[in-house]
């Protein structure tokens, strides 16, 4: 299976630690890399990188990975929502691909749940955390997600990150269909939760409940302190 990781935008929150964002070094090793080699653990064999700002040294990075195949997309407008960044894959992507983000350190097991989880009908599969208050996620960024429903029924009713009521946050991890594309082509300057938000509204939106996996989005210094001593315990 393939994944998209979007790694375009210049992720400001974090310049006093690193000034290219997925190069952050962790334990000694790129944020980015550790991404794709914790894909690769779960099982895709092709990763579709989103690049923009400093792409040449970013591309740099991934030339050194080998745990599985790299096929870079270029997004000159990174600046841009990131819609426009996951648009810039969709020529490369074909059929159901998991979606993630550079900055997220995430369970391989995670991702498993999500590879194994089938759309059936649905166009994207979002994985939520129900830990409302969970020390590693700042409230005042973190994407937060309104759900209806139970188990594999449990449906996306808004997303966002300052809508008033929610049950679970954003883990970064999606899996989509081409229709999420079809959602944000016609938007002139469209993010990912523009055609989350589309799809839900039609009802083909789910919510796989992931709490039982850990993640992180290292956004800013506290954070990458967080995912430092986190991997330090799995040492």
């Avoid at 819609?83 to 979606?99: H, T």
């Avoid at 409302?132 to 996306?156: F, K, M, Q, S, Y």
Wanted: aromatic content about 4%.
């Amino acid at each position: 299976m393939q994944a998209i990781i979007l790694a375009a935008g210049m992720g400001t929150r974090l310049r006093g630690a690193s000034a290219v964002k997925p190069l952050t070094l962790l334990d000694g090793k790129p944020l980015l890399l550790h991404v794709i080699g914790r894909l690769a653990s779960a099982g895709i064999d092709e990763v579709v990188v989103v690049l923009g700002y400093e792409a040449d040294a970013i591309g740099a990075a991934l030339d050194t990975e080998t745990s599985c195949r790299i096929t870079r997309a270029f997004n000159p407008d990174w600046h841009k929502p990131n819609g426009v960044s996951l648009l810039a894959a969709a020529p490369l992507v074909s059929g159901e691909a998991l979606l993630c983000m550079a900055d997220h350190l995430v369970e391989p097991s995670l991702y498993r749940a999500m590879i194994d989880h089938d759309l059936g009908s649905d166009a994207l599969a979002l994985g939520v955390d129900r830990r409302l208050g969970h020390p590693w996620v700042d409230e005042d960024d973190v994407t937060r997600v309104a759900t209806r429903g139970t188990g594999a029924n449990r449906r996306i009713v808004e997303i966002g990150k300052n809508i008033p009521l929610y049950d679970a946050y954003d883990t970064g991890v999606f899996k989509i269909t081409p229709a999420l594309f079809d959602e944000l082509r016609p938007a002139p300057l469209p993010s990912l939760s523009d055609g989350v938000r589309a799809l839900a509204r039609k009802g083909s939106a789910v919510a796989v409940d992931c709490t039982a996996h850990d993640w992180l989005d290292i956004d800013d210094p506290r954070a990458l302190a967080l995912a430092t001593a986190w991997l330090a315990g799995q040492a």
